[in-house]
């Protein structure tokens, strides 16, 4: 089957830079995006890897490597209102979308 | 101001009784879904449709069904709510591949 494996909880203190990562298995895929939720609030899109490799948006970047089956969200300079959860997701050339489980992160002062 | 918007925001509802939650983005994009989301289960795909007549399935069909008569509006229908449909719903629309999904403030449903 299709699955993506994210950890269920990280922390971390202001000013600390944070790895989330996220594994899969599932092929055949277009891209690995990335999507913050805070409590309450609905997911806003952050990132988007179609090819292996980084990229970065400000403090934020995301990593992709197909060959590793394995992609991560890396956060700089963390601030407090960076606390909210996180989730991977792939999709497909038919724009199915397959959500990890989602991270919640929580940044301590 | 470029959004989703679905309504209602919150909706309780009995056993049986057919509803429809509406969703409409005005960004004329061609892609929108229908997600599901659960404590523990993260955000699941219900349907999703790439253009105006065009849609799919998605992880979680069972139990709804959609309609995409015009580009911005993608309904969600639930012809015989039962309580396991009790959930978190959130409708986004995307330009395409890449360019990420812009996601509807969410409908809190309970079914009783």
């Known amino acids: 089957g299709q699955s993506l494996e994210q950890p269920s909880e990280v922390t971390a203190v202001e000013g600390a830079i944070v790895q989330i990562n996220c594994t899969y298995q599932?092929?055949?895929?277009?891209?690995l995006s990335w999507y913050q939720q805070h409590d309450g609030g609905a997911p806003t899109f952050l990132s988007y890897n179609a090819l292996d490799g980084l990229e970065e948006t400000g403090r934020f970047s995301s990593f992709l490597s197909r060959s590793d089956s394995y992609g991560y969200l890396l956060l700089q300079e963390l601030q407090m209102k960076d606390s909210a959860s996180y989730f991977c997701a792939v999709s497909f050339n038919t724009d199915k979308l397959i959500f990890g489980t989602g991270t919640r992160l929580q940044v301590f002062p | 101001e470029a959004q989703v918007t679905q309504n209602p925001r919150y909706l309780i509802t009995v056993t049986g009784k057919k509803l429809t939650v509406t969703c409409s983005q005005n960004m004329n994009h061609e892609y929108m879904s229908w997600y599901r989301q659960d404590p523990g289960l993260g955000l699941r795909q219900i349907y999703y449709?790439?253009?105006?007549?065009?849609?799919d399935k998605g992880d979680v069909p069972e139990g709804y069904k959609v309609s995409r008569k015009e580009k911005r509006n993608f309904p969600l229908i639930l012809e015989s709510p039962s309580p396991n449909q009790t959930s978190l719903y959130f409708c986004a629309s995307s330009s395409g591949q890449g360019g990420g999904y812009t996601f509807g403030s969410g409908t809190r449903l309970t079914v009783v």
């Open positions: 449709s790439m253009n105006v007549e065009v849609t």
């Open positions: 599932t092929s055949g895929f277009y891209g």
